[in-house]
């Protein structure tokens, strides 16, 4: 035991070390630099951005990051009109937006988007073509699709979600959605919502899945981030940092740092694909 | 108020061409396919406030009248204790609540829809408007009672008489204002048909149909891209809720003048 205890030591020391050496690459950009950067908008980006905060602020004690959420919408309205440095959002900002604005979009990340329906549900896997049809209000019935005898319940996002942006360009084929359906304003709300209901079906961000609900597979694919990075899995979207003109100073600092190889772990860890 | 008046007219500015204007009071929010209509959040608003207030207002009464001599002391004095404690809820609460336990509930009892719907917001509205109107009657009763009380007295009437013959019909005003109290606070709660109503942008059919209020609409919206006529439509809809609660209210102070010059 005594024997082993050594060489485990020395492997952990040299671990740090090399952590350290690897820290040190992208968090030079920040050494003798001070300021602040204030970041809103898309919820999905905060854990990422949060690790991030931490490893630059701990490296350098002179550097304020302050984080806020909001949504997609907000953090692209809150970085146009120079209310923060950076704003996050999980679509593309529209023409419109990035004209009046100036914006500059920066991807850092890849996320999927999954359809989900109530754990209890038989239904395995659904084709592409029966999505579109549940949710145009076609198919209304759980036993049209293979599932029990249930009035189907449909939800929804609202407008400014990043999530149903995708979804409905990229599943729904920008199809009509049924006028009925019930409109979630989160993907935590719309998780509960299909959690409680046995009929019910809708969508999340894939980082958001868990035992709670079930995501059928999707013309035979299975959802999760391993085939949304390998491309089999189509419904995915990127997440942006957006900042009015080209950032300067740390504020460009910071971008280069999320997108360089430093960040590829914290991407990861919050469920993410680098991009 | 003029300034939030003015605030919401100058936003609403560009909406005042006939091509706006037509978008906008249209059936359909499709706001993807170019439809912007805001009717349906309209009389999505209109129907759960009034449905709500219809709800609560029967049995504010009854709280009230139970309170001021048609029931025992000890009960009615405690029935009052909990009233007040309503008012210090949270709305959020309510619409949390609502939906672990009345959404569901609904789903189960009446086996039609998802069980977020328009019953399901109007009752969360019932509960969260019902302290506010018992309240009201009840302050009005008690500066009534004493006018009465002692003439009642004298006459033999029990409690109960009192309150049924001299107290209600002497409180025209007060019932005017819970009203108005009341509807505002319906009307202008956001989280309760955003949690609760399903927010589906439709005439609903049933009371079990979902359905979106202009306060739930906003919230929804508000964090849309802001160069769109949908971000427009959101300065219309608050115009229109701001209008309508103070034409109610105007409406209502109106038709309660004459009891109060009476007293």
């Known amino acids: 035991m005594k024997r082993m205890f050594f060489p485990f030591c020395l492997a952990l020391i040299g671990l740090a070390f090399c952590c350290q050496a690897a820290f040190a690459g992208d968090l030079d950009a920040f050494a003798g630099k001070e300021g602040t950067i204030s970041i809103a908008g898309g919820t999905a980006h905060i854990p990422v951005m949060k690790d991030a905060a931490k490893a630059i602020m701990t490296a350098n004690p002179a550097i304020r990051i302050t984080i806020a959420g909001g949504g997609s919408g907000v953090g692209i309205q809150k970085v146009g009109e120079g209310l923060v440095n950076i704003g996050n959002s999980g679509r593309k900002a529209s023409d419109a937006e990035v004209s009046k604005y100036g914006l500059v979009m920066f991807p850092f990340a890849v996320d999927g988007v999954a359809t989900v ?29 293979g599932g029990n005898d249930g009035a189907i319940n449909v939800y929804a996002r609202d407008e400014s979600s990043g999530t149903r942006d995708v979804f409905w360009k990229k599943l729904l084929k920008k199809g009509t959605v049924v006028t009925s359906a019930n409109v979630v304003p989160s993907n935590g709300a719309m ?39 390998s491309g089999q899995y189509p419904v995915v979207r990127k997440l942006y940092m957006n900042t009015k003109g080209q950032p300067e100073g740390i504020v460009k600092s910071f971008v280069e740092y999320i997108t360089g190889p430093d960040c590829v772990e ?8 680098p991009f | 108020m003029l300034a939030i008046l003015l605030f919401l007219l100058w936003f609403s500015l560009p909406l005042c061409n006939a091509d706006a204007l037509s978008k906008l009071l249209a059936w359909d929010w499709r706001p993807f396919q170019g439809q912007f209509g805001i009717l349906p959040m309209v009389a999505g608003s209109l129907l759960l406030s009034f449905s709500a207030l219809l ?63 328009w019953l399901a917001a109007m009752i969360g509205l019932a509960i969260l408007v019902l302290p506010t109107i018992v309240l009201m009657l009840h302050s009005q009763f008690m500066i009534v009672e004493p006018q009465v009380k002692l003439t009642a007295t004298a006459l033999g009437m029990t409690p109960a008489q009192r309150l049924l013959h001299l107290v209600v019909p002497n409180s025209g005003r007060g019932f005017a204002t819970a009203l108005v109290l009341g509807f505002g606070r319906a009307l202008g709660d956001t989280m309760i048909p955003l949690m609760l109503a399903g927010n589906a942008p439709q005439v609903p059919g049933s009371v079990f149909d979902s359905i979106r209020a202009m306060t739930a609409h906003i919230a929804l919206v508000v964090a849309t891209d802001s160069q769109s006529l949908a971000y427009l439509s959101l300065f219309a809809c608050g115009l229109i809720l701001f209008l309508s609660s103070t034409l109610v209210n105007l409406g209502l102070q109106w038709l309660g003048r004459p009891d109060g010059r009476k007293e």
């Open chain 1, 117 to 145: 329906v109530h754990a209890d549900n038989p239904v395995q896997g659904l084709t592409g073509d029966q999505v579109r049809a549940i949710f145009a209000g076609e198919v209304s019935n759980w036993k049209e699709v």
């Open chain 1, 191 to 229: 998780k509960l919502a299909v959690s409680k209901d046995p009929n019910a079906i809708g969508y999340v961000s894939i980082g958001h899945l868990d035992g709670s609900v079930k995501a059928p597979a999707l013309d035979g694919v299975v959802v999760n981030q391993e085939a949304a990075k």
């Open chain 2, 55 to 117: 709800l609560a207002f029967p049995v504010s009464v009854g709280i009230c009248c139970f309170a001021h001599g048609m029931g025992p002391a000890g009960p009615a004095a405690l029935l009052m204790r909990f009233v007040k404690l309503m008012t210090s809820v949270p709305t959020v609460i309510y619409g949390f609540v609502g939906v672990f336990v009345l959404v569901p509930l609904m789903r189960e009892v009446f086996r039609s829809g998802s069980g977020f719907s």
């Open chain 1, 266 to 273: 914290y991407i990861k860890s919050a469920g993410y694909i």
